[in-house]
């Protein structure tokens, strides 16, 4: 279109995306109750009374859950659902095991993507002596990518026998996920004296110093002192992948601000999306995992593990529906 701008075409078929759904729904909405009135006239018929009845007894079982697709279909859109995501992986709690853990949820959202066939690209990678996790980043991109993964923030507890473990005893480690939504740079702006460059060496896997360089960047934001660090080979792609993360980090915490305005619709939310908040437990000596949150329990953590997360990840946005459904009502 001659005149428009590609930032405000590509604005226009992400809204023609989002609304496509819902006229569709209201359509399949309309067609259905049109055809209960034409129905309830039948039965005046007495040809047709047998036929109409039948027809009214099918719709009548199938309106409820068109309603309910309706109303879902209308609930107010995260403005973030669409955009891709920046999943960081960190060790909490238990040591090496706790890295080797953190290794292994990374591996768990890579299969995930893969299956799904969103894009991954690893930001930021960093490995203990052992194959542990020290720290990750990484940028999924594709259909829906923030929508489906954004309730994996928070802490993730692992109880097992380390393979560091001579004794054969249970272990309980933790590791910590944060899913941020990628900014734009137009959503964010971050004025030059706000910010603190560094370069320093960069390392290889487990410290050892491999054809270092002084590529590695470290951005500082003095005002609220939020430090990012990217290694690649090339100093002016870490700094342009250290300010995507640090965009990704100020937008997140202006919408947990935002969230935070709206506490009693937040109290609705599954889970308080608070980054300390314990919300799955990955059980290993009885196969299981648990999300807290909503009490859903599946004895498949292997299938779990090798990416099969879409049973807990519908189960969780459509708690999150339920309850905004409900706030809605209330």
Known sequence: MEGVAPSDIAALTREYSELKPVVAQIAAYRQA?????????????????????????????????????????????????????????????????ASLFAADLLRMYQRYAEARGWQVQMVSHSETELGGLREAVMRIEGEGVF???????????????????SGGRIHTSAATVAVLPEAEEVDID????????????????????????DSAVRITHIPTGIVVTSSEKSQHQNRAIAMQVLRAKLYDMERQRAAADRADVRKAQVGSGDRSERIRTYNFPQGRMTDHRINLTLYKLDAVLQGELDEVLDALIAADQAARLAEMEA
């Open 33 to 97: 109750t049109t055809a209960r009135a034409e129905a309830e006239q039948m039965r005046g018929d007495p040809e047709m009374r047998a036929l109409a009845e039948e027809e009214l007894a099918q719709l009548d079982d199938e309106l409820p859950r068109l309603e309910q697709n309706l109303r879902l279909a209308l609930l107010p859109k995260d403005a973030a659902d669409a955009r891709p995501a920046l999943i960081e992986l960190r060790p909490g709690t238990g040591g090496e095991e």
């Open 147 to 165: 929508a489906r993964l954004k309730f994996e923030s928070g802490v993730h507890r692992v109880q097992r026998v380390p393979v560091t473990e």
């Open 190 to 213: 971050i004025p030059a004296q706000d910010i603190r460059i560094d370069t320093m060496r960069a390392s290889g896997a487990g410290g050892q110093h491999v054809n270092t360089t």
